[in-house]
């Protein structure tokens, strides 16, 4: 079956086909990704040999390094309109948030491993946390579909599609807003790391970069995120 056509190949002509009309419709996206991009290798470089102060980093260091490798997963995702499955990692990358902070807090962990969500202060990232939970465990209706599940005409009993390969569909800005918070949260929790590693790191080339470069270019884009930041 040499000659027969693959899935990965049928899969990877429509992702790039999404990945086309994403970018076509939000031409700046790529730039806010890249800055993000931009960030994290300033952040590797800071904390790169950087000694521990206290048990608790010997937590706090997988869960960072596990964040950052994540993320790079989640953009490749979003950028193909792979929504479901960047809910899923995306909503991995909130439950590392909670863990850190239940480290910080020397909350005693579950038994059964599940980080505890009201260790994080911010009801914003809670309430991501849920949406993308109900994403990941199909729990709603909703989320059949992001996976472009709905009718083929106006009748209510008529057939419905599931489509196999990912489009582009408006609705991942919605998720893409979700990872922009998910993401500067991240940001600011490091800040405060960075000066537990180094009393002598300041915060103000970052703090300007936020300013005037990722957060104008949040708004160009027009991510429902950066409207009140």
């Given at each position: 079956m040499s000659n027969f056509t693959t899935f990965q190949q049928i899969r990877d002509h429509s992702r790039e086909e999404a990945k086309k009309a994403l970018l076509k419709n939000h031409p700046v996206l790529m730039?806010?990704?890249?800055?993000?991009?931009?960030?994290?290798?300033?952040?590797?470089?800071?904390?790169?040999?950087?000694?521990?102060?206290?048990?608790?980093?010997?937590?706090?260091?997988?869960?960072?390094?596990?964040?950052?490798?994540l993320h790079y997963s989640i953009v490749g995702f979003l950028q193909c309109c792979d929504v479901i499955e960047a809910s899923v990692l995306l909503r991995k990358q909130t439950e590392i948030i909670a863990r850190y902070h239940e480290v910080e807090q020397n909350r005693k962990l579950r038994d059964n491993g599940v980080p505890n969500m009201s260790?994080?202060?911010?009801?914003?990232?809670?309430?991501?946390?849920?949406?993308l939970s109900a994403i990941a465990h199909?729990?709603?209706?909703?989320?059949?579909?992001?996976?472009?599940?709905e009718n083929t005409d106006k009748e209510s009993n008529?057939?419905?599609?599931?489509?196999?390969?990912?489009?582009?569909?408006?609705?991942?800005?919605?998720?893409?807003?979700?990872?922009?918070?998910?993401?500067?949260?991240?940001?600011?929790?490091?800040?405060?790391?960075?000066?537990?590693?180094?009393?002598?790191?300041?915060?103000?080339?970052?703090?300007?970069?936020?300013?005037?470069?990722f957060v104008p270019m949040g708004k160009e884009i027009g991510i429902k995120y950066f409207v009140n930041v």
């Open positions: 730039g806010l990704f890249n800055q993000m991009d931009v960030y994290m290798g300033q952040l590797v470089l800071r904390m790169k040999d950087k000694p521990s102060y206290d048990d608790k980093d010997q937590h706090f260091y997988p869960l960072i390094v596990t964040f950052i490798r260790a994080i202060s911010n009801e914003s990232i809670r309430r991501i946390n849920n949406r199909f729990s709603k209706d909703e989320t059949y579909r992001l996976l472009g599940y008529a057939t419905t599609v599931i489509s196999i390969l990912a489009e582009y569909d408006d609705k991942v800005m919605d998720t893409i807003s979700d990872f922009c918070e998910v993401f500067d949260y991240f940001f600011q929790l490091m800040q405060t790391y960075q000066l537990h590693l180094d009393s002598k790191f300041s915060s103000q080339s970052e703090n300007s970069w936020h300013k005037y470069e």
